[in-house]
C-alpha cells in the first residue's frame, strides 16, 4: 500500500515524522515511530513511496506571475501586530495567573518531597496548556498542570487532593494576608480527573490528574475509562513538542492568537481545537527556503492559502499528529460537513484579503466582522458564498431507501 501524504510539503512531514520518536514512560506514550518506507512492491511491479503535497502557493508562485499588481501588504502587518498587541494578556495580567500557578506547583512538589503525597500516590507535576506555550488569550487566561500519579486516580483520590491542596493555599493565603477573615481558595471539581482552583485575585490554575503511559495504557485499563488521563499525557507530550520546535518561530505564538480570537466569528475555525491551530501555525511558517521563518503577516496568509487549497478537506491525510502513534491527521475527529466549511471560509478570506477588507476578517476597530454565510459586499465588490460540498443526509432518504429495498 502506498503512504500518500496529501498535506503539508515533503520537508514539513518529513521533519514532523522524524521528530516523533518516543517510548513508553511518562507521558511519552506507546508504539511506533514514523517511517517512510523507501521502496515498496505492488502487483504491477515496484514503485517508490509518494509524499504528494498539496497545492502551496509558497512554493509556486514564481510559476504564476500576477495579472495585476499586488496589495501592498503593510497596512494588514500593521493591522495583524497590532490585534497581537490587543488580545495578548498584559505582563500584570500573566504574572497574576502564573504567581498563583506557581504557589499551587509549589504545594504540590512539597506534598511529593516531604512524603505528604506518599498517600495520595504523587509522583510528578507538569505545566502544560496555552499558559506554558505563550499562546494565551488576554481575559481568558488560565494555567494548567498535570500531576502523574503512580496509579490511576479514583474519584475519592482526586476529591482528598483537591481538598488538601486548596485548604494547604487558602492558609499560606491567611498568613500573607495577615488576616484572619482571608478569602479562602476556591476549589471546584471540574471532571472525573481534574479540578479548579481560584484565589481572590480571580486567578485560576486547572489541575489534571493522570498516571503513567504504562498505568493508563496497561492490561486494566479497558476496566474503566482511561480517555481523561489519555488526554492529560496528551497535553504533557504537546507541551513538550511545542517547547522544543517553536523556540525559534518568533512569529508562530503571535499567529495562533490570531486564529484563537478568528474563531468567535469565523465558523470554519471554530471546529479546530487548539492543538490543530497550533500546528497548522507553526506549519505556516516553517520557511521553505532558508533558515528564516515566515513573518507573521506572510504566515497568516499561507494558514488560509493551505486550508483552502484542501489541507482538511476528507480524504487527504492533513498534518500528521507528531505526539501520536497512529497514521492519520490531526483533522480527522472532524466531520465532512465541519472540514468543507472551514475550506470555504478559508477560501472567502482569501478574496476578502485580495480586496483589502482586512478589519472586517479579523473583526477590530469597530468593524463588523464578515458573516461567512451570506454573501459580503465590500464597496462595490460582493463576495459570494460557495456551496457546501458535503451535505449530510437525511433520515428520511434513507428510510425510503430501506423501504424500496424491502
Same mark, same amino acid.
Given at each position: 500500500?502506498k503512504?500518500?501524504?496529501?498535506?503539508?510539503?515533503?520537508?514539513?512531514?518529513?521533519?514532523?515524522m522524524?521528530s516523533?520518536?518516543?517510548?513508553?514512560?511518562r507521558?511519552?506514550?506507546r508504539g511506533r515511530?514514523?517511517?517512510?518506507?523507501?521502496?515498496?512492491?505492488?502487483?504491477?511491479? #515496484?514503485? #517508490?513511496?509518494?509524499?504528494?503535497?498539496?497545492?502551496?502557493?509558497?512554493?509556486?508562485?514564481?510559476h504564476?506571475?500576477?495579472?495585476?499588481?499586488?496589495?501592498?501588504?503593510?497596512?494588514?502587518?500593521q493591522?495583524?501586530?497590532?490585534r497581537?498587541q490587543?488580545i495578548?494578556?498584559s505582563?500584570?495580567?500573566?504574572?497574576?495567573?502564573?504567581?498563583?500557578?506557581?504557589?499551587?506547583?509549589?504545594v504540590?512538589?512539597?506534598?511529593?518531597?516531604?512524603g505528604?503525597?506518599?498517600?495520595?500516590m504523587?509522583?510528578?507535576?507538569?505545566?502544560?496548556?496555552?499558559l506554558?506555550?505563550?499562546?494565551?488569550?488576554?481575559?481568558?487566561i488560565?494555567?494548567?498542570?498535570?500531576?502523574?500519579?503512580?496509579?490511576?486516580?479514583?474519584?475519592?483520590?482526586?476529591?482528598?487532593?483537591?481538598?488538601?491542596?486548596?485548604?494547604v493555599?487558602?492558609?499560606?493565603?491567611?498568613?500573607?494576608?495577615?488576616?484572619?477573615?482571608?478569602?479562602?481558595?476556591?476549589m471546584?471539581i471540574?471532571?472525573?480527573?481534574a479540578?479548579?482552583?481560584e484565589?481572590?485575585?480571580?486567578?485560576?490554575t486547572?489541575?489534571?490528574?493522570?498516571?503513567?503511559?504504562?498505568?493508563?495504557?496497561?492490561?486494566?485499563?479497558?476496566?474503566i475509562?482511561?480517555?481523561?488521563f489519555?488526554d492529560?499525557?496528551?497535553?504533557?507530550?504537546?507541551?513538550r513538542?511545542?517547547?522544543?520546535?517553536?523556540?525559534?518561530?518568533? *512569529?508562530?505564538?503571535?499567529?495562533v492568537?490570531?486564529?484563537?480570537?478568528?474563531?468567535?466569528?469565523?465558523?470554519?475555525?471554530?471546529h479546530?481545537n487548539?492543538?490543530?491551530?497550533?500546528l497548522?501555525?507553526?506549519?505556516?511558517v516553517?520557511?521553505?527556503?532558508?533558515d528564516?521563518?515566515?513573518?507573521?503577516?506572510?504566515?497568516?496568509?499561507?494558514?488560509?492559502?493551505?486550508?483552502?487549497?484542501?489541507?482538511f478537506?476528507?480524504?487527504?491525510?492533513?498534518?500528521?499528529?507528531?505526539?501520536?502513534?497512529?497514521?492519520?491527521?490531526?483533522h480527522?475527529?472532524?466531520?465532512?460537513?465541519?472540514c468543507?466549511?472551514l475550506t470555504?471560509?478559508?477560501?472567502?478570506?482569501?478574496?476578502?484579503?485580495?480586496?483589502?477588507?482586512?478589519?472586517?476578517?479579523?473583526?477590530?476597530?469597530?468593524?463588523? #466582522?464578515?458573516?461567512? *454565510?451570506?454573501?459580503?459586499?465590500f464597496?462595490?465588490?460582493?463576495?459570494s458564498?460557495?456551496?457546501?460540498?458535503?451535505?449530510k443526509?437525511?433520515l428520511?432518504?434513507?428510510?425510503?431507501n430501506?423501504?424500496?429495498?424491502?
Amino acid at each position: 500500500r502506498k503512504r500518500v501524504w496529501l498535506s503539508t510539503p515533503r520537508h514539513v512531514c518529513l521533519k514532523m515524522m522524524s521528530s516523533n520518536r518516543r517510548r513508553g514512560g511518562r507521558g511519552r506514550g506507546r508504539g511506533r515511530s514514523w517511517r517512510v518506507r523507501p521502496f515498496q512492491e505492488s502487483e504491477a511491479g #515496484p514503485y #517508490p513511496a509518494v509524499v504528494r503535497p498539496i497545492f502551496d502557493w509558497t512554493e509556486v508562485a514564481e510559476h504564476f506571475p500576477q495579472s495585476a499588481p499586488l496589495l501592498d501588504s503593510s497596512l494588514l502587518a500593521q493591522l495583524l501586530s497590532k490585534r497581537v498587541q490587543e488580545i495578548t494578556p498584559s505582563l500584570d495580567e500573566q504574572a497574576l495567573v502564573q504567581g498563583f500557578c506557581t504557589k499551587v506547583t509549589t504545594v504540590i512538589e512539597n506534598m511529593i518531597l516531604t512524603g505528604e503525597g506518599e498517600e495520595l500516590m504523587l509522583d510528578e507535576v507538569r505545566a502544560v496548556g496555552s499558559l506554558k506555550k505563550g499562546t494565551a488569550l488576554a481575559g481568558n487566561i488560565v494555567a494548567d498542570v498535570v500531576v502523574l500519579l503512580r496509579d490511576l486516580p479514583t474519584d475519592s483520590l482526586l476529591e482528598r487532593f483537591a481538598e488538601k491542596v486548596s485548604s494547604v493555599l487558602s492558609t499560606a493565603q491567611a498568613q500573607e494576608d495577615n488576616e484572619g477573615s482571608s478569602i479562602p481558595v476556591k476549589m471546584s471539581i471540574v471532571s472525573s480527573s481534574a479540578f479548579e482552583l481560584e484565589n481572590s485575585n480571580s486567578a485560576v490554575t486547572r489541575v489534571y490528574l493522570t498516571s503513567t503511559g504504562d498505568k493508563v495504557y496497561g492490561r486494566h485499563s479497558e476496566m474503566i475509562d482511561t480517555k481523561p488521563f489519555e488526554d492529560a499525557l496528551r497535553m504533557i507530550r504537546q507541551a513538550r513538542w511545542w517547547e522544543d520546535h517553536t523556540s525559534h518561530l518568533k *512569529s508562530v505564538r503571535g499567529l495562533v492568537r490570531i486564529l484563537k480570537d478568528m474563531r468567535k466569528h469565523v465558523p470554519g475555525l471554530a471546529h479546530l481545537n487548539h492543538w490543530c491551530l497550533e500546528l497548522i501555525c507553526n506549519c505556516a511558517v516553517i520557511p521553505l527556503v532558508g533558515d528564516e521563518p515566515l513573518s507573521l503577516v506572510d504566515g497568516f496568509k499561507r494558514v488560509f492559502q493551505l486550508l483552502a487549497a484542501g489541507l482538511f478537506l476528507p480524504g487527504s491525510i492533513g498534518i500528521p499528529d507528531p505526539c501520536e502513534d497512529v497514521d492519520e491527521g490531526v483533522h480527522q475527529t472532524l466531520t465532512a460537513q465541519q472540514c468543507d466549511e472551514l475550506t470555504r471560509n478559508s477560501q472567502m478570506i482569501l478574496q476578502m484579503l485580495s480586496f483589502g477588507a482586512y478589519r472586517e476578517i479579523l473583526g477590530m476597530d469597530g468593524a463588523t #466582522p464578515a458573516k461567512f *454565510s451570506e454573501p459580503y459586499t465590500f464597496g462595490s465588490i460582493t463576495i459570494s458564498v460557495a456551496q457546501p460540498a458535503y451535505e449530510k443526509p437525511r433520515l428520511e432518504d434513507n428510510d425510503e431507501n430501506l423501504q424500496t429495498q424491502e
